[in-house]
T-cell receptor, first 113, second 114 residues
Framework: DAGVIQSPRHEVTEMGQEVTLRCKPI?????LFWYRQTMMRGLELLIY????????DSGMPEDRFSAKMPNASFSTLKIQPSEPRDSAVYFC???????????FGPGTRLTVL | GENVEQHPSTLSVQEGDSAVIKCTYS??????FPWYKQELGKRPQLIID?????GEKKDQRIAVTLNKTAKHFSLHITETQPEDSAVYFC?????????????FGKGTHLIIQP
């Protein structure tokens, strides 16, 4: 199994630009999570899906952030417009129903100039 | 919502000694407490977890203890080795990790001195 796949691995953009982060969960996993990691705030849950349906988006910082999961194999996290304070590592994780462990992807390091 | 506090933020121990990291949580409904290890530039990976119906769990050199009454749990690493150097995160959730988002502590940077 290839594990959770995220792309791009690194993204550098300018303030005001739209950014789209992508995630492919492990095949057969019903849950998908988006986390953000910064030095100041640590690891924060942004949103998670169950069977492609958003369950809890209370961690999404503001309306500039949106996430979708059009099918079981793909999810996106979009930031529009991006701001320097959005600079962070964004992790996607997935888990199977009845499972305990969340399997993290390698992360996308986002830098907004 | 849940709040998880983790201490210390940095811990330096001599190789071969033990290391203890402590966490407290606020939500009495939380019943699942995993620990993740993150090496520099890598993804977090689960190393051990415990459910609220268990007071202690051990896996080789790693153990976790839970005190539900006091709402705190701890990670114990014995006979530390250089490869134990990493950032360790505690976390909590209500439904068991896989089916719920995790609330993480801020992390502990563990440094193993040779």
């Amino acid at each position: 199994d290839a594990g959770v796949i995220q792309s791009p691995r690194h993204e550098v953009t300018e303030m005001g630009q739209e950014v789209t982060l992508r995630c492919k969960p492990i095949s057969g996993h019903d849950y998908l999570f988006w986390y953000r990691q910064t030095m100041m705030r640590g690891l924060e849950l942004l949103i998670y899906f169950n069977n492609n349906v958003p369950i809890d988006d209370s961690g999404m910082p503001e309306d500039r952030f949106s996430a979708k999961m059009p099918n079981a194999s793909f999810s996106t996290l979009k930031i529009q417009p991006s701001e320097p304070r959005d600079s962070a590592v964004y992790f996607c994780a997935s888990s199977p129903s009845g499972g305990r462990e969340q399997f993290f992807g390698p992360g996308t390091r986002l830098t907004v100039l | 919502g849940e709040n998880v506090e983790q201490h210390p933020s940095t811990l330096s121990v001599q190789e071969g000694d033990s290391a203890v990291i402590k966490c407290t949580y606020s939500d009495s409904a939380s019943n699942y407490f995993p620990w993740y290890k993150q090496e520099l530039g890598k993804r977090p990976q689960l190393i051990i977890d415990i459910r609220s119906n268990v007071g202690e769990k051990k896996d080789q050199r790693i153990a976790v203890t839970l005190n539900k009454t006091a709402k705190h749990f701890s990670l114990h690493i014995t006979e530390t080795q250089p490869e134990d150097s990493a950032v360790y995160f505690c976390a909590a959730s209500r439904t068991g990790g896989g089916a719920d988002g995790l609330t993480f502590g801020k992390g502990t940077h563990l440094i193993i001195q040779p």
